[in-house]
């Protein structure tokens, strides 16, 4: 009788164990670093220190350990930047988890660094256009939660994450680009063809809700892609004291390289699709953790309370107060690997190609592409880690791609196969693999 009950207490312990690592929570980040890298203006190397910047975000984030964290205006004309804030407000103080993302050379990136602990980058995918006579990027990132039971759920929670910045200024032309701008943005969650976790962050300089640019977004043409704002502060924010707790900007009332006028616009936002606000497939947001990091409500129309601020310890104040004019913004998510949409493997068309597989695959997995014409193909499959486990390059001159890779000496499991052409994603899938 002992002998049974000690059985079954390990059973137990195993599923609350099971169940426990099959859940988790994301904190995303939004922040606009307010020229990282960059002598523009009234910022130098004096007034809007790189070093400094760095001892100010790194205080912020190890008070609020993002797993996605998304920037505005960071120096993109290289990574230099991109790197040196990694290395040093970031990955400091025996943190090594952090990674940054790639980016098109830009003159500001707007781009994520992300907890690699918990996150795996799926692909990066760029929206560029031309505004001013400049070429400008937006870019989304496409993101997989790294649980240590995909291999028993048979199943990636996909979250993507699109960064933007919109063009700045209380001005009708400038309305007008905003709008084009949200616009491009819609159309590229449009060409995803379904619903999904997407989320939409970054520095809108939008003055009202009613701006044909935050329209674009919690109003589309297409409902299926509707975004909602989690805060439920939709409203004329604009120097209106009763909005006060989801003001963003500015932090200062005067100041070299900041921009002035005190703490009266809601500038920055993290928006969400009803997948994630309803928890339909694997992600969730949880409830009232949306908020702008340090806005107690104290400091409407004047500079950012660092002395009794009752939102975050003094020294996040002052971080804040002396890395940007700018709040970030913050929301959490849960994530649930035991709930969502199943596992569906199928075969499919995808930007001008056929691939057809064995799925499951044994012992050998039999590819074949086929072409709407000859390209040069990169075939990857990856675990679903994110580990490269095959490569291949091939310069099709027909309308016919056979492949046979052995899968033999592979662990049973789910993996992931993708072909590029041209530095593009053409064609994405999941393989099972069963031995």
Known sequence: MFKFKSICCVIILFFIGFNL????????????????????????????NRDEKNENLKTIIQYVKPDIFSVNELDGESDADAKYLLDNALNVDGVTSYRKTEFPETYLANTIFYNVNKLVLKRNNPISYILGGYKKFFNVFQFYFNSDNLEVTNDTAFIYCAVTHLKAGNDPNYELQRAYETSLIMDYFETLGQKGNYMIMGDFNVYTPTETCFQNLINPDNSLYTFYDPADQIGEWSSNYNYRFVHTQSTHITGDCFSGGGMDDRFDFILASDYIMNGTNHFEYITDSYKAIGQDGSSYNGSLNITSNSAVPNNVANALYNMSDHLPVYLELKVDQNRG?????????????????????????????????????????????????FEYDIVNKSNIINLNISVLDLPNGIYLLNITSQKEFIYSSKILIQN
């Open 21 to 48: 690592n099959a859940q988790d929570t994301i904190k995303v980040m939004h922040y606009n670093l307010l020229y990282y890298g960059k002598t523009v203006y009234d910022c130098t190397s004096t007034t809007n």
């Open 341 to 389: 949409e199943p596992l569906i493997i199928s075969d499919s068309k995808t930007k001008g190609i056929k691939v057809f597989y064995n799925n499951p695959a044994s012992e050998v997995l039999n590819l074949q592409i086929l072409p709407e014409q000859p390209n040069e193909f990169k075939i990857e499959i990856f675990t679903i880690k994110g580990e490269k486990i």
